[in-house]
Nanobody, 121 residues
Framework: QVQLVESGGGLVQAGGSVRLSCRASGPGRTFGRYGMGWFRQAPGKEREFVAAVSWSDGSTRYGDSVKGRFTISRENAENTVYLQMFSLKPEDTAVYYC????????????WGQGTQVTVSA
């Protein structure tokens, strides 16, 4: 069982920036290739892929709506992944969920509890 604990988020004005953190703990993460990353879900909408990072080689991928504005990074020693969000827009308002699973996060094995990001106009 892997636990994912998110931090960061809150209320920010449009054009501002926020950094989210997610720390993983628990057994079963020593071997194999896996990824960590973020999804988000706005009210009345489906959960959307945001970004993922491969734990083995650090390669990254992003959802189209956040490319060029968000940056994902990892700190291996701390089992932590970060999502730095710049140039925030009101449409970025959502609950952001940390996730881990396949290397590109094509499928998710564990989810965090979610953290709210609200961008005011």
């Amino acid at each position: 069982q892997v636990q994912l604990v998110e931090s960061g988020g809150g209320l920010v004005q449009a054009g501002g920036s926020v950094r989210l953190s997610c720390r993983a703990s628990g057994p079963g993460r020593t071997f194999g290739r896996y990824g960590m990353g973020w999804f988000r879900q706005a009210p009345g909408k489906e959960r959307e892929f945001v970004a993922a990072v491969s734990w083995s080689d650090g390669s990254t991928r992003y959802g189209d709506s956040v490319k060029g504005r968000f940056t994902i990074s990892r700190e291996n020693a701390e089992n932590t992944v970060y999502l730095q969000m710049f140039s925030l827009k009101p449409e970025d308002t959502a609950v952001y969920y940390c996730a881990t699973g396949s290397e590109r996060l094509d499928y998710v094995t564990y989810w965090g509890q979610g953290t709210q990001v609200t961008v005011s106009a």
